[in-house]
């Protein structure tokens, strides 16, 4: 009769990974504040998008990108960021349960 829903663990693509590693070395090997241009432009040129499919891309997923980025920063080894992406799942679930998205 009612079917539970099963919960959704979110899933970072390559594709977030990638934008979130490029923002992390712009901002910290180049010290460009605002990186997000050159972010999208990579995405067109690596992903074969085109410039408003990448803008919507970064749009979309800006807080994923934001929140791995932080993660390269403070991960001090292959390790530690494994732990970080399963407690931003985690932190993400948790969230989806206080919305009441879950049961």
């Known amino acids: ?3 539970e829903k099963e919960p959704v663990v979110k899933e970072y ?3 977030t990974l990638n934008a ?7 901002r ?9 241009h050159i972010v999208a432009v990579s995405l067109c040129a690596h992903e074969r998008m085109h410039s408003k499919d990448s803008w919507e891309y970064i749009l979309t997923h800006k807080t994923d990108i934001e929140d791995i980025e932080r993660l390269f920063e403070r991960a001090n080894s292959p390790e530690e960021f ?3 992406l399963i407690e ?3 932190r993400d679930l948790e969230r989806q349960i206080a919305r009441g998205n879950l049961k």
């Open 1 to 3: 009769m009612f079917e």
């Open 28 to 36: 910290q090997e180049c010290e460009i504040e605002d990186p997000w």
């Open 20 to 26: 979130a590693r490029l923002c992390y070395l712009l």
């Open 82 to 84: 494994r732990e970080g």
């Open 88 to 90: 931003l799942k985690e």
């Open 13 to 15: 693509g390559e594709r």
